[in-house]
């Protein structure tokens, strides 16, 4: 995944701080944007995940901060509700104008509802996906220590949200109020998916019960069962990613993936060292997946290590091998799991005669058979599990050409 940074200048003539996520072949098929949650911003950990997991299903998408949010300009009492659409709107224009048409918004809290009137407003919008979504905009009023009464008595006010300050004036307050979110949903008629989850204690759940109820088809509903509102579990926020980025495919039509024009090579392999310490995007021609390491050793544990990929290779390798095998001799192979693990160990414990003793690299390699098979089946098939391809390029010493391109 490359991420790209921009400054994406709104009506008002602030510049509004933004990412460009992209798949790791730098091609996407589509473009996302993402709307974030009541005063929060893009580098949020649920944004960034659910975007890189929509990276990984060939989206470009674009995370920024609202006005007066986050780096972006502006004041925190200008980004009211009208102000969070009309800054999605021209995040959609730049996208246009620059890259290609952003066909799919997501949103989450607020951002959810400030989604659903933007894509009413926009006909390159094709789908729509909010997360933890108020049915009615005004529902954040209960997170204000003073009513909207003191605010208009006073002008402007201090308040206090999740233990940090903000000042607010009466048309942000007011503003919430504006809007027909129902009506709107009603009206939308494009593809939408709501998720929720059911112990939200900020959103309750009864909201998505009136966007959904309201929507008209086609619509879907998914549980992020267990999720707080802010998808503080990086398994929530990529859960919901993926479940996103595979929604939307039935409402877009399929194009193939390609990879980097480098001269037809299969699978690359990009790293954001800006923003990442080991997570990697891996794309092949048409799968992409993210590789890292646990963290124990500093990594996010997003993904499989090299070295699980590796023996994964194996594993696959082994079990379609003898698949393939045991069907073309008429045996009866049911099912077979390969169980791998890769480690360093000593000669000495391995009891390898060596002039000079020195740690290698040891992988066990272990078979479940499962079937009507005789003892000499199962050994044949033990003898046939060394010649799968992998397996035997391992035994060899392969040659690696390394190039800068």
């Known amino acids: 995944m490359k991420n790209t940074k921009l400054n994406i200048e709104n009506r008002k003539g602030y510049k509004l701080q933004a990412y460009l996520e992209l798949p790791a072949n730098q091609k996407p098929n589509h473009y996302a944007i993402f709307a974030h949650c009541f005063t929060c911003n893009s580098n949020l950990r649920a944004v960034k995940q659910i975007s890189r997991a929509l990276s990984n299903h060939g989206f470009g998408v674009v995370r920024f901060d609202f006005t007066g949010l986050g780096r972006s300009e502006g004041e925190f009492k200008e980004s009211h509700f009208s102000a969070n659409v009309d800054d999605l709107i021209d995040v959609s224009n730049y996208l246009a104008e ?8 997501i949103g989450h809290s607020l951002g959810g509802a400030a989604a659903i009137v933007a ?16 049915s009615t905009s005004d529902h954040v009023m209960h997170l204000f220590s003073h009513g909207p009464d003191d605010v208009v008595h006073m002008g402007e006010m201090e308040i206090d949200i ?30 939408l998916l709501i998720m929720h989850a059911p112990f939200d204690s900020i959103v309750g759940i009864e909201n998505a019960q009136e966007l959904y109820q309201g929507a008209h088809h086609p619509k879907s509903f998914v549980s992020l069962d267990q999720a707080d509102h802010l998808l503080t579990d990086k398994r929530d926020s990529d859960y919901a990613g993926k479940v996103i980025g595979t929604w939307v495919q039935r409402y877009f039509d399929p194009i193939e993936n390609r990879i980097l024009d480098t001269d037809g090579e299969q699978v690359v392999a990009h790293l954001n060292a800006v923003e990442n310490k080991f997570t990697t995007s891996i794309q092949t021609q048409k799968h992409g997946f993210i590789a890292d390491e646990p963290l124990g050793v500093g990594g996010d544990d997003l993904g499989p290590s090299p070295y699980d990929l590796l023996s994964s290779a194996l594993a696959a390798c082994t079990v379609m091998t003898l698949r393939m095998y045991a069907e073309r001799k008429g045996w009866d192979l049911q099912e077979v799991f390969s ?67």
Do not use: W
């Open 98 to 105: 620059n890259y290609a048409p952003a066909e799919l918004i």
């Open 119 to 134: 894509a009413s407003r926009l006909e390159n919008i094709r789908a729509v996906a909010t997360i933890g979504a108020p």
């Open 162 to 191: 999740g233990g940090r300050s903000f000042f607010v004036n009466e048309e942000f307050m007011s503003d919430f109020g504006k809007i027909d979110l129902a009506e709107i949903t009603k009206n939308l008629r494009k593809p």
């Open 339 to 405: 169980y791998i693990t890769y480690s360093k160990k000593h000669s000495d414990d391995l009891m390898i005669d060596l002039e000079e003793p020195r740690r290698m690299d040891h992988i066990k390699k272990r078979l479940r058979l499962v079937g009507n098979l005789d003892d000499m089946q199962r050994e044949r098939l033990k003898e046939i599990s060394k010649k799968c391809p992998v397996h035997k390029t391992l035994l060899e010493q392969a040659l690696i050409e390394t190039e800068i391109i």
